[in-house]
Structure formats: structure tokens, C-alpha cells
């Protein structure tokens, strides 16, 4: 199948839901497959390989319809370069990045749709807020006058996607917040029959990651 094929297979079980095209890590030909078949909406997961891939290449200027979501960590020092490449952020976290975003945000005069990031399983390795401090943090973001569409999680590998799935969607419904992103390649359709508005499928529309 190719990259145009994947992108429809996918699009059609997806109803309205965002289908976000990881571009990370793949070769530029692949890329422009998608973007030949009309898709506009990709995610990157690091600041500096994005750069390279979508502005210094100059794709970004020659589609200005563009839409490209981090759905990777973000360093406080990389706020300034991730604000001024990206239109969403998967990954807010802490109110230490809350502060930087906002500043930033102002500085650049620039908005950026944020979702907070919940680490679902508690692994240590992970990014992303505790569940039992989402509350908090998102008092803070309140104050500090930053918007939050809605929450995102990574499953832990070994456990049932659906599980964390339905948990996030009942986080959103507590605090009020209309978007969930997730399910990747390899589930996601369930997390689209749980209720993703916003689906990150890398390897089943590009093929493996070289
Ligand atoms: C890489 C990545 C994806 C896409 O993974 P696939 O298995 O290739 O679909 C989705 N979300 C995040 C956060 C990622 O880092």
C-alpha cells in the first residue's frame, strides 16, 4: 500500500477524529507522499529534527496550510524554537514549562493549542503529569492565563491500551476538557471507539521507521 492508500484507509475509520501523520524519523520522500495526497496535519517528537525536516528543507513555507503537532517531550531551552515551528503541543507537563510556554507565547505573539500530558501508568521513565497532580497543574495553567484543549497519553507497553484509554477520557470529562490524543499504529482503533479526537499513527501510514 502506499503512503496515499494508508492515509485513506486510515482517514475512513476515523470519522472526524484528527488523524496526525508522524513524520519522526522518516525518509523526506515519504513525507512528500503525504503531503502530495493533501494530508497537512503531521507530528514530530524532537524540537531540532522537526526543524530540519519541515523548516530548513522549506516545506513549511511552501505549504503554509501546515499543522504540526510536538507529541514528543519539550525542554524549557528549546520553548523558543518548538514555539515558533509548531501550531500544537502534546506535551505540557509541569508548571515550570506552563511559565516558559506563556512568556514565550507573549514574546512571539503566538498562540499554541496545549494538552497536558498524563502519565496514565506512573512510569518512572516517562513524561507527563501524575493523575493525582492534573488538578494542580491545571489550576496553574488557569492562572497564568495558558488554555488547555485536552489531555494525551502513551500507554505503558504491557498493559492494555484500552485500560489508560478510558481513564484519560474520564480525566477530560472531569475537568471539562473537549480533546483526547491518543492511539498510535497499532491501537488506534480503539482509542477512536473510546473517543480520540486526536490520533498519532506513524509506521501505518509511512511503513517502519528506518
Ligand atoms: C512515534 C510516536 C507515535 C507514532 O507511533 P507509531 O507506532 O509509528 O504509530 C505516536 N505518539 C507518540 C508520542 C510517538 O512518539
Not at 484507509?9 to 522518516?26: E, F, G, N, P
Not at 522537526?50 to 525542554?75: C, F, M, N, R, V
Not at 496553574?140 to 495558558?146: N, S, W
Amino acid at each position: 500500500m502506499s503512503v496515499a492508500e494508508n492515509l485513506n484507509a486510515i482517514s475512513s475509520k476515523l470519522d472526524r477524529a484528527t488523524l496526525i501523520a508522524v513524520s519522526k524519523k522518516q525518509p523526506i520522500e515519504r513525507v512528500q507522499e503525504a503531503l502530495d495526497a493533501g494530508h497537512r496535519v503531521f507530528g514530530e517528537n524532537i524540537v531540532q529534527d522537526a526543524q530540519k525536516t519541515w523548516a530548513y528543507s522549506g516545506l513549511k513555507e511552501t505549504y503554509p496550510d501546515l499543522e504540526l503537532h510536538l507529541i514528543g517531550s519539550l525542554q524549557t531551552n528549546k520553548v523558543k524554537d518548538a514555539v515558533a515551528l509548531f501550531d500544537v503541543f502534546h506535551c505540557v507537563d509541569r508548571p515550570k514549562l506552563v511559565d516558559v510556554l506563556v512568556k514565550e507565547m507573549k514574546t512571539q505573539d503566538k498562540k499554541v493549542g496545549c494538552f497536558i500530558q498524563i502519565n496514565t501508568g506512573e512510569e518512572d521513565q516517562k513524561s507527563g503529569v501524575l493523575p493525582c497532580d492534573l488538578g494542580a497543574l491545571l489550576t496553574h495553567c488557569h492562572e497564568e492565563g495558558l488554555d488547555i484543549l485536552g489531555l494525551m497519553c502513551i500507554p505503558p507497553v504491557d498493559e492494555p491500551s484500552a485500560l489508560h484509554f478510558a481513564f484519560l477520557k474520564k480525566l477530560a470529562f472531569r475537568y471539562d476538557l473537549p480533546c483526547l490524543s491518543m492511539g498510535m499504529s497499532s491501537d488506534f482503533e480503539k482509542a477512536f471507539a473510546l473517543g480520540a479526537t486526536h490520533i498519532r499513527v506513524g509506521s501505518e501510514i509511512f511503513g517502519a521507521r528506518p
